[in-house]
């Protein structure tokens, strides 16, 4: 990996905080800079699983992904991600908090933790991750929505725009 490629890696300064994101094949990794200290969020594919190209980690199955937050487990629960928006929601378990990441419309998802509102993340044209925070997330934030946002993408189309795709793509050209 040539970590001076743009493509796979990223920095941004916003407030008194970098945020770096790397992504290689099968893993991202998120160093938060703020205060003096570092955090560290890594999302990671694991056991080989069927890689789905539309995925940016390349799988949603939760027994071939792995978060870890500061060395410390995150419990992951991906949805599906089929054809309801719902489905492509992502719950993140990390030291008594819950982190719900689900598409707010078919190019941003917002992050909750405990129910309230943290920031809403798109994917920029260059791949990057682009987050609208609300308020003062904590470093531990920016790290888990950065990771989620890398690995699963922003956004998702409404059933119905799913629906039509699906049906278009199934009629016989003439």
Known sequence: ?????????????T?????????????????VLAAG??????VERLHDPRVH?????????????RMMVDDIPVRLRPGAGRYSRHSYRVVAEHEGHAYLYRPKSPDTSRLLRDGFRLGDFTITS???????????PG?????????????????????LVSLLDLVSQAEPAH
Do not use: K, Y
């Not at 990996?1 to 300064?13: C, G, K, L, Q, W």
């Not at 200290?37 to 890594?42: L, N, S």
């Open 1 to 13: 990996m040539n970590a001076a490629d743009p493509s796979e890696r990223e920095t941004a300064v």
């Open 15 to 31: 407030d008194a905080r970098i945020v770096d994101v790397e992504q290689s094949d099968g893993r991202v990794v998120v160093r």
């Open 37 to 42: 200290t570092t955090t560290v969020a890594v």
């Open 53 to 65: 190209p539309h995925i940016p980690i390349g799988t949603r199955e939760r027994q071939h992904l």
């Open 126 to 136: 260059r791949g990057e991750v682009d987050a609208d925070w609300h308020g003062e």
């Open 139 to 159: 470093p531990v934030d920016v790290a888990v929505g950065h990771a989620l946002a890398a690995a699963f993408g922003a956004g998702a189309n409404f059933f």
